[in-house]
């Protein structure tokens, strides 16, 4: 692994917000643009900029994908990220930020995930224009023509020569921040965004120009204007998506496969309970949707599958595909094995695996003529081939 010099910038990326506007079926950052969620499009970016800690504040519950998208994001900066456990208001994510960074940090950024398509040279802008006294924000122009309203009655004109627009990053020297925060904590104030925090504890905050695809998605409306920017918008064709796996007999306990349980059948070893038949699926719907594999999402980096069984694997996929942009198509799967007998399960298994991904799945089974280590009774070797279609 290389070693990178420490940096004295830091980016906390807020992305632990509900998403309750855009109604995309999970928190915000991981309702995906394209193949990939909202937060690793911010990600992207960020890492793109100069080399900075990166601090990713996720919902509870989500650090793990938090995590899979900051490596894939980071490649060989990945020693420079950091996962975090967010508030409830986003004062608290931010400050669950500040607590992580390292000791040579004297400037941050603080980034809202949910403007995913910020450009890299805007956070490097921010970076270089943060002093020692002053706070900066990157601000567009506000071009509409402002009223002041009383419910729906116009009381007048707003002079929009002396307003901007606030985007992120925002930038601040970091030990005004954190005085400024710590202000507010005991204050019991809250702001809706770090420039107004920063500048209630009597600090300087300044501007300069913001872009316009730094725009924060919050409604169906700006996720489809996302996907217009990356080309994403256009009908696309539906995907194929293989999978493979093997697992050898000897585990402790019964057998589990096709997500059924087989007492009396020898146990097939493994991190979770051996499943090839689900964990082959898996693979080939991740494929199909581009998002890694089996082991990136529930490997042995992921000690929280240790003994799952399919319904947890498959209904934890069937969650990454739709947050993906897609929707399952159907899945066929053929399993190698002397054992155990499949044919008298095999509508059982169908309706079982069908019923977790919510879509049909196919089993067929051979026996390989006594061939190979299935055909030795070693073994099982499945393969799967998923179809999923972009929604």
């Given at each position: 692994?290389?070693?990178?010099?420490v940096p004295?910038?830091?980016?906390?990326?807020?992305?632990?917000?509900?998403?309750?506007?855009?109604?995309g079926?999970?928190p915000?950052?991981f309702?995906?643009?394209d193949a990939?969620p909202?937060?690793r499009?911010?990600l992207?970016?960020v890492f793109?900029a100069a080399p900075?800690?990166?601090?990713?504040?996720?919902?509870?519950?989500?650090?793990g994908?938090?995590e899979?998208?900051?490596?894939?994001?980071?490649?060989?900066?990945?020693?420079?990220?950091?996962v975090?456990?967010?508030g409830?208001?986003?004062q608290?994510s931010?400050?669950?930020?500040?607590?992580?960074?390292?000791?040579d940090?004297?400037t941050?950024?603080?980034?809202?995930?949910?403007?995913?398509?910020?450009?890299?040279?805007q956070?490097d802008?921010?970076?270089?224009?943060?002093?020692?006294?002053?706070?900066?924000?990157?601000?567009?122009?506000?071009?509409?023509?402002?009223?002041r309203?009383?419910?729906?009655?116009?009381?007048?004109?707003v002079?929009?020569?002396?307003?901007?627009?606030?985007?992120?990053?925002?930038?601040?020297?970091?030990?005004?921040?954190?005085?400024?925060?710590a202000?507010?904590?005991?204050?019991?104030?809250?702001?809706?965004?770090?420039?107004a925090?920063?500048?209630a504890?009597?600090?300087?905050?300044?501007?300069?120009p913001?872009s316009?695809?730094?725009?924060?998605i919050?409604?169906?409306?700006?996720l489809?204007?996302?996907?217009?920017?990356l080309?994403?918008?256009?009908?696309?064709?539906?995907?194929?998506?293989?999978?493979?796996?093997?697992?050898?007999?000897?585990?402790e306990g019964?057998?589990?496969?096709a997500?059924?349980?087989?007492p009396?059948?020898?146990?097939?070893?493994g991190?979770?309970d051996?499943?090839?038949?689900?964990?082959?699926?898996?693979d080939?719907?991740l494929?199909?949707?581009?998002?890694?594999d089996?082991?990136?999402h529930?490997?042995?980096a992921?000690p929280?599958?240790?003994?799952?069984?399919?319904?947890v694997f498959l209904?934890?996929?069937?969650e990454?595909?739709?947050?993906?942009?897609?929707?399952?198509?159907?899945?066929?799967?053929?399993?190698?094995?002397?054992?155990?007998?499949?044919a008298?399960?095999r509508?059982e298994?169908?309706?079982?695996?069908?019923?977790?991904?919510?879509?049909?799945?196919?089993?067929?089974a051979?026996?390989?003529?006594?061939l190979?280590?299935?055909?030795?009774?070693e073994g099982?070797?499945?393969t799967?081939?998923?179809?999923?279609?972009?929604?």
């Amino acid at each position: 692994m290389s070693i990178l010099p420490v940096p004295d910038t830091a980016i906390i990326v807020v992305a632990a917000g509900s998403g309750t506007r855009l109604d995309g079926g999970a928190p915000k950052a991981f309702v995906g643009i394209d193949a990939r969620p909202i937060l690793r499009h911010a990600l992207d970016r960020v890492f793109a900029a100069a080399p900075a800690q990166v601090v990713v504040v996720a919902p509870a519950g989500f650090e793990g994908d938090a995590e899979t998208e900051m490596r894939a994001a980071a490649g060989e900066r990945a020693e420079l990220g950091v996962v975090v456990t967010g508030g409830a208001t986003r004062q608290e994510s931010v400050a669950a930020g500040l607590s992580a960074l390292w000791g040579d940090v004297t400037t941050v950024l603080v980034h809202d995930a949910a403007r995913a398509l910020t450009p890299p040279e805007q956070i490097d802008a921010v970076a270089r224009a943060v002093t020692h006294e002053a706070g900066v924000i990157p601000a567009l122009p506000v071009v509409d023509t402002l009223k002041r309203v009383d419910d729906d009655r116009v009381v007048a004109a707003v002079d929009r020569a002396a307003l901007a627009a606030a985007q992120t990053p925002q930038g601040f020297p970091r030990a005004l921040l954190e005085a400024s925060y710590a202000a507010a904590r005991e204050q019991g104030a809250e702001y809706t965004d770090d420039a107004a925090l920063f500048a209630a504890a009597g600090h300087e905050v300044r501007r300069i120009p913001g872009s316009e695809r730094a725009f924060k998605i919050t409604t169906q409306a700006d996720l489809e204007r996302a996907r217009h920017l990356l080309g994403a918008s256009a009908p696309r064709a539906p995907r194929v998506g293989i999978g493979t796996d093997v697992h050898a007999f000897g585990g402790e306990g019964d057998l589990w496969l096709a997500g059924l349980h087989w007492p009396g059948e020898q146990a097939l070893s493994g991190h979770s309970d051996g499943d090839a038949v689900a964990h082959a699926i898996v693979d080939a719907l991740l494929g199909a949707a581009g998002l890694g594999d089996i082991g990136q999402h529930f490997g042995t980096a992921h000690p929280e599958y240790a003994g799952a069984h399919a319904d947890v694997f498959l209904g934890r996929t069937r969650e990454l595909v739709a947050d993906a942009g897609f929707t399952i198509g159907n899945v066929s799967v053929q399993f190698q094995a002397n054992r155990p007998r499949f044919a008298a399960r095999r509508a059982e298994a169908e309706q079982v695996l069908s019923a977790l991904l919510g879509a049909p799945v196919s089993v067929t089974a051979t026996t390989t003529d006594g061939l190979g280590f299935p055909g030795r009774g070693e073994g099982v070797a499945v393969t799967a081939v998923a179809l999923v279609f972009p929604r």
